[in-house]
């Protein structure tokens, strides 16, 4: 069992920054790779940006250049750096991980989300 706390979320004027932290307690060994989700309201959730297993980095495409996902794991954190915010970013925030056992079966865990709103 993996538990996740989101923080950081907010309300920001359009072009200004915040930065999602997320903290992981729990079986941590077993996690592979991190991401953070979003939904806006009447829309499916949706990647925003993602970890791999193999630590390759993955982004929604109208995020490219705007957002970072880090992670530490000396600290049990995942970060989400959003910088440029526009009204179309406005959104819950969820931080998510997948781990596995040693019989490769693979379990998503999800935050309870924290909602970024961006004003134009």
């Known amino acids: 069992q993996v538990q996740l706390v989101e923080s950081g979320g907010g309300l920001v004027q359009a072009g200004g920054s915040l930065r999602l932290s997320c903290a992981a307690s729990?079986?941590?060994?077993?996690?592979?790779?991190v991401g953070w989700y979003r939904q806006a309201p009447g829309k499916r959730r949706e990647l925003a940006a993602k970890i791999t297993d193999s630590s390759s980095l993955i982004y929604k495409e109208s995020v490219k250049g705007r957002f970072t996902i880090s992670r530490d794991n000396a600290k049990n954190m995942i970060y989400l750096q959003m910088n440029v915010l526009k009204p179309e970013d406005t959104a819950v925030y969820y931080c998510?991980?997948?781990?596995?056992?040693?019989?490769?079966?693979?379990?998503?865990?999800w935050g309870q989300g924290t909602q970024v709103t961006v004003s134009s």
């Open positions: 998510t991980v997948t781990t596995s056992d040693p019989w490769r079966n693979e379990y998503d865990y």
């Open positions: 729990g079986n941590i060994a077993s996690i592979n790779s």
